[in-house]
């Protein structure tokens, strides 16, 4: 058997299955208030909970870890059977998933990221496979429902943590070249934001226009040379 | 066949050029649907970079361009922030932003079937690879906004202007012809059709029944 690659986590590998399981019930429960049917919530809870890992594979062009190690495929399924009973027991606790999700979120832009620098891209082209590991999950389970993307519209920090603690990553892995504790250190912080921004409800803004303003800065400078 | 090209390497300042006005038009996409920062990246990035992403992940040779490069990243981040922040200018110069993506299609079709080419693909492969490379990025970009996408519905020609240059490169190689040549035909031949069809809103055709006009007209139509 080829050696396996077993993702880049300094973290004991069961972080990992543990993060697909939360990603997946997160999709399985959302397919659940849909309306959606077994293969509905099924689907849905593999994409969000391996998504992001199977894209990071695809993007470093290797083989996706989620299919030879086959935890990960049941670790998904496990997430569906329990979206698929027990829906309305887990909307109870949709301040718990939240915080799982952080969690998890946090430890897939470390994955995303570490995995990139060790494939040997550089600093930038790392950060961005690592958000795009980090947030893929809801990415896909939003396209897959056929809504516009949580991710994309304004509303409580989300890709934009993912996007902070990538970079935060790549720093301290430069600096410290200690991964466990430059993991630790940004899942925390990855964590602690999204908690804060949830409680204190921290809102991106949709995009501005700025062109008004640079326009009337060169306009008050024409008329004062007038 | 003649023997394979290397894949092409276009100079520098027309890849970054290709990719911050796609980045710009990402964006002006996103701002119109009021998305915020991060759909501004991410739907920028699409129009910017996902027709090769594709491209690269079909032909399996390894990370694709602007994982492995990172000065594209950097162009696109520059031509999204564009796009964020003078908005309201660049949709009055819709016809400036036209022209460029008509001539850039061009671009992005040659550069997917040389780089097909070289990874020794056949003449069909070829023109699919480099039809993707030239409208992935719009598709991805309309499923992350969540839409349907714009390639599949009536409009002017974009799929069909990129099948045609695509196709033009690969009988004038095919026949033994200057690979110069072969690459500015190409380019010449998507970005004219694609301009025309903007210019004089040329629409592609819908599916027409024939079945009814082929039945016996044995009942008046109306």
Known sequence: MPEVYTGATALPMWTLYLAVVVGGVAGATYAARRGFDVIGVLTLSITAGLGGLLLRDI???????????????????????????????????????????????????????????????GGLSAIAVGTIVATAGPLFRDILGGDAPQLLRPGVFLGIIALGGSILYVALDAWTKQALLSQILVILTVFGTRLAALRLDLETRSAEDVSDRVWSYWGRKDRGNA | MPDTVQSLALPSSIDALAITVGAISGALHARRRHMDVMGILVVAFCGALGGGVIRDILLVSGPPVFLTSSTFLLYAIVGAGFGWAFSRFFTKATILLEVIDGLFIGVWVLVGATKALGNGLGFGSVLLVAVI????????RDIFCGEQVSLLLPGQWLAFAALMGALTFMIVFWFGGELFIAELLCIVVASTLRMVSTAFDLRTPMPMDLSRRFRAPAEPSH
């Open chain 1, 59 to 121: 993007l470093l062009a290797r083989g996706p870890i989620v299919l030879r190690d086959t935890t990960f495929i049941w670790s998904a399924t496990a997430a569906a059977v329990l979206g698929f009973f027990f829906a309305g027991y887990i909307a109870r606790f949709d301040r718990a998933l939240l915080a799982l999700e952080a969690l998890a979120m946090g430890l897939l832009a470390t994955v995303g990221t570490d995995s990139a620098l060790r494939a040997g891209l």
């Open chain 2, 133 to 140: 490379t030239a409208t992935g990025g719009g598709v991805l």
